[in-house]
């Protein structure tokens, strides 16, 4: 039988890196910053839902707590001269300390602006969420999004799967769309990878979707195409 695994942690230590990176002394302060990193995606996740937010990566020091947050509308989540990146700043404080109390860190919140929004599944998840959540048709949507996000340069595959009541049939199915080529066994592979859920009133429609951006040989290194091996030619006699 196979194993499926999640593409992003099978490339991990390989050409990914861990979206929470700090170092826990002892074992309070572990699950103090496990419940923190989890109360802050959870509040992320909902606050930004419509904001085209791919992930939100947490970098811990001993005295400051750095959140980044990913996303393709920079402008709805900073707001006008910065008073919603302020508020959510406020926001985020008030969860960090209601999970873990306040532990002296201070909070510094950065937002990063995806370039290439078809070239983040996340992205591509919620466009296709966005289209299913004003009741059009899914096939439709499902292959407009692929042909968009096919068009952009850096993209070589595309696999977009959703599972559910499709439709408002009786019975839930899955239906799957796929453009070019998906290598997930291969480790240098960089393949972005995320799942989304599109509310809909007769129930809840799983999305999943897999970008495939080439080869990429160093980790946190743009993805290339790999190149052809030139033969060595022999030594003459």
């Known amino acids: 039988m196979t194993h499926t695994v999640h593409p992003y942690a099978h490339r991990l230590g390989i050409i990914r890196d861990w979206r929470s990176r700090w170092f826990a002394t002892d074992k309070k302060t572990f699950r103090e910053n496990i419940a923190v990193d989890q109360a802050v995606r959870t509040f992320v996740a909902k606050k930004l839902r419509n904001m085209h937010v791919a992930e939100v990566e947490i970098e811990r020091s001993q005295s400051e ?16 001269s910065g008073e919603n990146a302020t508020k959510l700043r406020k926001e985020i404080t008030a969860v960090v300390n209601k999970a873990a109390g306040n532990n002296g860190r201070t909070l510094k919140l950065d937002i990063m602006e995806i370039r290439q929004p078809e070239t983040s599944a996340a992205v591509v998840g919620m466009m296709v969420v966005e289209g299913l959540e004003k009741r059009m048709p899914f096939r439709r949507v499902l292959k407009s999004t692929v042909e968009k996000v096919m068009s952009a340069r850096d993209v070589i595959g595309v696999r977009i799967v ?20 998906i290598p997930l066994q291969t480790f240098r592979a960089n393949i972005d990878y995320a799942m989304q859920e599109a509310n809909l009133p007769f129930g ?28 060595t030619p022999s030594p003459r006699a």
């Open 162 to 181: 959703a599972s559910g009541r499709l439709g408002g049939a009786d019975m839930a199915r899955t239906e799957q769309i796929k453009r070019g080529r």
């Open 65 to 80: 707590l750095r959140v980044i947050i990913h996303t393709a509308r920079p402008g709805l989540v900073i707001g006008r």
């Open 204 to 231: 809840v429609i799983g999305i999943k979707v897999w970008v495939y951006l080439g080869d990429q040989f160093t980790m946190g290194g743009e993805a290339e195409q790999p190149r052809e091996r030139m033969a």
